[in-house]
């Protein structure tokens, strides 16, 4: 097997997501930490890798492929001995393909980075109100992809519950899952908290984003 070498730093969630799916596929690779926050992504020898300059970036055999969610994609379709994480059957794949794009419109653009770039670009502390309203949003979008389902995309654990623990995990430090309000979220993360990889792929990471973030002293605007 060509050697794998996944590009990026611990506390970013997309690189989080691919390194669940690495674990779950137990599939053997080397880290390599870029430090975004001293924009080593945007070193002449990186930006040759991925001129989009973003983490995670995965290398195979001399291949560079970016963005989380087509790593994780291809991690499975390549290296998977089943098709559990990403199914083939087509209406199973579109709604794992949904909550990706969900996760990374809705989730992390809308509700993460909004906050993150103007926090890390320029220290802007006071985060506006519908930027809490947007986390909550998810949270409820959440809770209801869940009824009656142990994990995000239905009965099993797909790429989709990587994606998305990646960046909800990371939503809590600016917002906890209420727990009595979202019962079904909270459930949900004791489940992926009890798979074996989990605190070294995801755990360990959320908490230095967790503790990047309370450097700020951020707070919400009431209006």
């Known amino acids: 097997m060509p050697k794998l070498i996944l590009y990026g730093l611990e506390a970013s969630p997309p690189v989080r997501a691919a390194k669940l799916t690495l674990a779950a596929l137990d599939v053997p690779y080397e880290f390599v930490e870029v430090n975004t926050l001293a924009k080593e992504n945007f070193s002449e020898e990186f930006l040759k890798k991925n001129p989009q300059h973003t983490v995670p970036t995965l290398e195979d055999d001399g291949h560079f492929i970016w963005d989380s969610h087509a790593i994780i994609a291809y991690l499975v379709s390549k290296y998977g001995k089943t098709d559990s994480l990403y199914p083939k059957d087509l209406l199973q794949r579109a709604v794992v ?3 990706l794009h969900f996760e990374s419109g809705v989730i992390f653009a809308n509700a993460l980075r909004s906050i993150t770039k103007p ?59 209420d727990t009595s309000k979202y019962p079904r979220i909270a459930a949900w993360i004791k489940r992926l908290q009890k798979l074996p990889y989990y605190e070294e792929a995801n755990g360990n990471g959320a908490r230095i984003f967790e503790s990047i973030i309370r450097k700020y002293n951020i707070t919400f605007a009431s209006k």
Do not use: C
């Open 119 to 177: 926090l890390f670009a320029g220290q802007q502390t006071t985060i506006p109100k519908e930027r809490y309203d947007a986390i909550i949003e998810v949270y409820d979008f959440l809770e209801t992809f869940l009824a009656g389902n142990d994990y995000v995309a239905g009965s099993q654990l797909t790429i989709a519950d990587f994606s998305i623990i990646s960046t909800v995990s990371s939503l809590e430090a600016f917002v906890k899952v």
């Open 97 to 99: 393909d949904q909550r």
